[in-house]
DNA sequence: TTGTATGCGTTATCAA
DNA sequence: TTGATAACGCATACAA
């Protein structure tokens, strides 16, 4: 029956065994044009293509159609709590609109970024989804000039009309600040991220702004950058503040890793938390809850962000003339044993 | 210049531009033929080449060679903190050698993994590593009989000469219950992960020979099987052990998933940690050391065991008649708070 | 060393 | 409704 048994059949050996041509067999078994096909014919192909057991051969439709029904999904690092429920939030909705998702990591770094990037486009990827931006990002400006279709998460930049979803890094930051306030602190820290990337700056201006809101101490010397989203920065830029001898009593940190980082040094120092000094993370990643003491932080809703962008992506597709538009997401405070009121001398 | 400015430059728009045919080009432009053509010719279709910012389309590539330079990556869920090292472990090996990796999860469904792996297959990827047996598994194995290359990571199955990388769970288990034993537990209790995965099972039979060994009470209703690797059903499994009321002093489980459902129950019951029950875990998944109190378990080496299987799968890819072989990469035990002597009344 | 011709498997255009 | 033909972009056997 079939002229080379050992590779997978083609369209060729299903026609042949339907005996009809291969362009009729293509539109009986493509739902789109089956209607131009007799009942009687589509059925005989479709007969034949399931006793061959014959699966269409993506690559040859890709080179064809120059479509590819694939996305691509560019993070940092999937070792990050953060991302993997992004990528679940994206797949779930592409999944059922038949498309398919490429995760490539980049660490961050601009020319894995960049040779990623390509290599997806080469496959003829039908937009990304970029969870990478620095808030100067030359590539992203390229792209966008190039017209790929594309949708940031969890990043936004500026100065680029690129549709992006975001947690509302400013409310949820407001909400920690106003948290300490009524606990009775008055002197805040912010160990913030990296403040070349859209979130850590705008979570740091945000931290400022509520500050003065709520008439605290304002004071930059109070605001650390860490170089990285990352537990050992986070340790290292809690160490800086200590050793300045900055009376502090509360910390908001970038992000949840940055706040695990405090606890080391908190460990090192032999600082009890909250009674020495109460800390606030940002994400609510997985198992917060279980730590000593358990971590009050900032959810932000990442199954949903990447929900969102993957819908958004899809806008795109289906209309690339679709002016940008750009979608905060509530971010919501959850309060946990990690935060206590000062401790007045 | 380029005929189709709007799309990107083909080999074609190279070869023009060079003043070539596309065959010189593409033997210029392909490292492994430019030795055919004279250096001067190679110099000139490579500046075209670069000036147009020509990309190769790896789609016809795959279409005219039928090599993808791609390999698939099926594991269950990206969300459960086991599989991100293991994803990078593979990446870091691959793409050293030009290979890509695309990655599905299945959620454990074998109607969902059947369809990813069809669609992965028809995108000619080049080998599987999969994540995901079961024991009891037909797809595997009827992708073993069709010559699909592929390794297994993290698990095994069984009459199936497919190669796997795996940590020594045996070893590991075996090092849990002496560390519990040496503390002066007697009876110890297992949270058994599902006994229709290799890994629940494997892990579940070196628990009864270690007890066994060390001359324990060795009582089948002190091994509790789980329904899932998750925190949910471990609390579900230690709920019904304790209304059981067998007594036991410490327990093992089969990941540290399971071991954080324990966590949960002790709140629940009032119960301590380590004084009332000692508890290991298995893994060693981030952040396990600022749990209260810290979760001593085993360790498991993720992102080697990605690494390994990578390089396994190039072995395997290089020379398909490559005997199956499996690795077994060494577990070690983490000891931190959550184990402790027994109490004795 | 370079050019010619062909085909990978599919879909789309045109004609019958 | 179906068939013939061409083309997507590339790589390779063969010829020159």
């Known amino acids: 029956m079939n002229a080379n048994p050992s590779s997978p059949p083609t369209l060729r050996d299903v026609a042949e065994a339907a005996g009809v041509h291969t362009a009729t067999a293509s539109r009986a078994l493509n739902p789109k044009t089956r209607q131009q096909i007799s009942a009687e014919t589509a059925r005989r192909v479709m007969r034949a293509a399931e006793s061959l057991g014959y699966q269409p051969n993506s690559v040859a439709r890709s080179l064809k159609t120059s479509r590819s029904a694939t996305v691509g999904l560019v993070i940092p690092d999937l070792t990050n709590p953060l991302f993997p429920p992004i990528v679940r939030g994206v797949e779930s909705v592409l999944e059922s609109e038949g498309y398919n998702v490429w995760i490539v990591n980049t660490d961050n770094d601009a020319e894995r970024e960049r040779a990623k990037i390509e290599s997806l486009r080469s496959r003829q990827v039908e937009g990304l989804i970029v969870a990478t931006a620095r808030l100067e990002h030359p590539l992203l400006r390229q792209l966008h000039e190039q017209g790929v279709t594309m949708v940031l998460v969890n990043r936004q930049v500026e100065d680029l009309p690129i549709p992006a979803v975001t947690g509302d890094d400013a409310t949820g930051i407001t909400l920690a600040v106003r948290h300490l306030a009524e606990l009775g602190h008055t002197s805040i820290a912010h160990l913030a991220g990296p403040l070349g990337t859209s979130t850590g700056r705008l979570r740091a201006r945000a931290f400022r702004h509520a500050v003065r809101d709520h008439e605290l101490r304002d004071d930059p010397a109070l605001t650390v950058e860490c170089a990285y989203w990352s537990e050992h920065d986070g340790a290292a830029a809690m160490r800086s503040l200590l050793d300045d001898r900055r009376d502090f009593t509360a910390v908001v940190a970038g992000n949840d890793?940055?706040?695990?980082?405090?606890?080391?040094?908190?460990?090192?120092?032999?600082?009890?938390?909250?009674?020495?000094?109460?800390?606030?993370g940002f994400n609510d990643m997985p198992f917060l809850d279980k730590l000593r003491p358990p971590l009050t932080t900032v959810a932000v809703p990442h199954h949903e962000l990447g929900a969102e962008a993957a819908r958004m992506l899809l806008d795109c597709i289906g209309d690339p003339s679709r002016p940008a538009r750009s979608l905060l997401l509530p971010a919501t405070l959850v309060v946990r044993g990690s935060t206590a009121p000062p401790i007045t001398h």
């Not at 120092?269 to 800390?279: A, K, Q």
Request: charged share 15%.
């Open 257 to 280: 890793l940055i706040a695990l980082g405090c606890y080391d040094v908190f460990a090192e120092r032999g600082l009890s938390c909250p009674s020495d000094i109460s800390v606030i």
